[in-house]
Every structure is written in C-alpha cells, then in structure tokens.
C-alpha cells in the first residue's frame, strides 16, 4: 500500500513499507568475489595484470568451468560482453582469451567505431538483454565513465554510476569495472581508487590486484578484496601473470592492507600496529635485563600480535638476541651502543642480529 501526499514541489509523496519489500537472496557470479545484479571494480597499478585477470575471468565462464577456489563441479557457460579501449581485440584480447581455452561464441564485443559507449548508453542495457549477457566488463573506467565527467566530482561520478547500477539491477547483470589505481603510495587500499570516493561509494565489491614481494617470481600477484558490502570479506588469491594469460596458485589469509603494505614502497614509518608492538616489547624489556624470547613471544601472541608486526618491531628497537645458555634471550640495547638507541632503527636498516 502507497501513501500519498502532495508537497511543496508537486511530486506526491510515496512510502513502502517493509513489510511490503520481498527478501531477495544476493546471488552471486563468484563468491564472495563479484555479485550478479551489482557493481564491482578490479583496480591494479598500470602492469600489475588487471585487464588479464579479466579477461581469465571471461574464459572460464564462456566454457562453463567453475571459476578458482570454489566448491563448484561446473557451471552453465555464459555470454560475456567486453568492452576495451586498452588493447586491440585482434592482436592482444582475442588471442590472449584464445590461449585460455575461452568460448570465442560467448565473448561478445559492442562496436564503438561511430560512438565510444558511456555508462549512461543504452546499447549496454540493449547487448545484455538480446543476447542474455551475465557478465559485462569495461576496461578502464576512465574511458567509459564518460568524457564530461570530472571523476573527481562525487555528484558527477554518483550521476554516471547510477546508470550503470540501474542497469545492473534491472538485468541482473554482474558489471566488473577495471580500474587504474592513482599515485598516492598509501597502505589504506581504499583511498588507492582513482577519482572521487563516491566511486568505491557506487561499487558493491572492490577487488585490488597487487604485486608480491616474491623475488623467485616477479610475475606473481594478489587479488585481494578491498571492499564487501555484501557478505565477509574474502581470502586474498595468489595468481601468476603468464604468457599465457594467469595461472591460479592458491588461497589465503591475507587481508588488502597487509598486502598493500607487502608490495608498497618501504618509508620508515612503521604501522599503527607496529607502534603498538613496540611499545608492548618496551613494557616486557623495560627493566634492561634478558628475557626469554619464548616467552616474550609467548606474552605477544597473546596479545594479539602477529608474527611478522612483532619481529619488525623488535628490528625496528634493535633488541639483542642471545643464548647465553639453554635458550635464545630478548635485550633491550643499552644507550650507549651507539647506533642502537631506541628510536634511531628504521625497518630497512641490516642490523648485526637475528630477527
């Protein structure tokens, strides 16, 4: 039942109420990952293999095959629209999709020669429908979010996304939007998205690809989810970028900051957290004396430490580890040691002792 009631502005007022809103269950493409209906965006630096997880991404369900890390056997193959002004669909999209066994019949293109499609463009709704397209992906959004939008302008860019959402919800459509992260070499992967933070605002997931610190591998990656509004957030996924497009490696716990701070650029500033743990070893140190480390390790975890924060902070203190006799000791340096004063450690200095 709709109540009305005429206003100021001669729009009649209308109310649902919640009793007359039908529960809908999320239904997802890849969970908890990419949702059917919804808007998610796939950011990575330039390089970083944003467009080729995509485009994996596409291969797999072209053929019906279940996408990584799921409980899936197989699935029906789906239409998949995508659109790119990044690459050439005939010597780098199509041959890229080729080698990894994707359904050329069910990788659908939009032709933009007359007019470059924007989120507002009806043909987008129109592709979907006629051909039952259950995936659409526009790489990059900057290209696509159209010209005379300042993605710096939270009115502007909400303006354009609400486009793209209706279009989504009406369709149930999963929209993947790739997007080029901007310079700002922060650990906070949310502030990491380009132009205004209405654009995470707008998008339901937002996935990051991000380097790892694997020297072995330089061609190794992280997806990690940066954003879920719509369940928990998910494992981060290890891939390798290959020339044959992206192999699969393995699931874990990992979440974006901490592979944000992995792969960023090193500053000497330590993390809230790190700080914390310092401060924690300090208290344990205080009175000068050696203590064992396996219980001061002991004491950390407990505290709700990991590892890896705990042993940075204690290189970042210069704290001296011994075995005087049965087992390994944790020392606070004296002052007069010269270079190993409290305060004067940054997290990239070679220290003479074992961490």
Known sequence: ???????????????IRASEVEPKEVKWLWYPYIPFGKVTILQGDPGDGKSTLALKIASILTKGDPLPFTD???REPVTVIYQTTEDDLDDTVVPRFLSSDGNAERLIFIKENEKRLTFGDPRLMEAIRKYDAKVLILDPLSAYIGENCSMNMANETRAEFNHLIEAAKSTDCAVLIVAHMN?????EPLYRTVGSIDVVGAARSVLSVVRTNNKE??????????????????????FEVSEDGVNFIDEIEMTAKEAFELSGPKMGRPSEKCDEAKSFIEKLLEDGKPHSASECIQKLKAAGFKESTFKKA????????????????????????GKYQW????ADDDLPFDI
């Not at 204690?314 to 040691?337: A, H, I, N, Y």
Request: charged share 25%.
């Open 72 to 74: 899936e056997e197989s």
């Open 1 to 15: 039942m709709k109540i009305h009631e005429e206003t100021n502005f001669d729009v009649p007022l209308e109310i």
């Open 217 to 238: 591998n330089p061609n190794e990656r992280l997806l990690v989810q940066v954003k879920s509004n719509l369940s928990s957030t998910g494992s981060a996924i290890v």
């Open 314 to 337: 204690k290189r970042m203190l210069g704290v001296v580890t011994d075995k005087p006799s049965f087992g390994f000791t944790w020392q606070l340096p004296k002052v007069d040691e």
């Open 183 to 187: 310079k700002m070499r922060s650990t």
């Open 343 to 346: 305060g004067e450690i940054t």
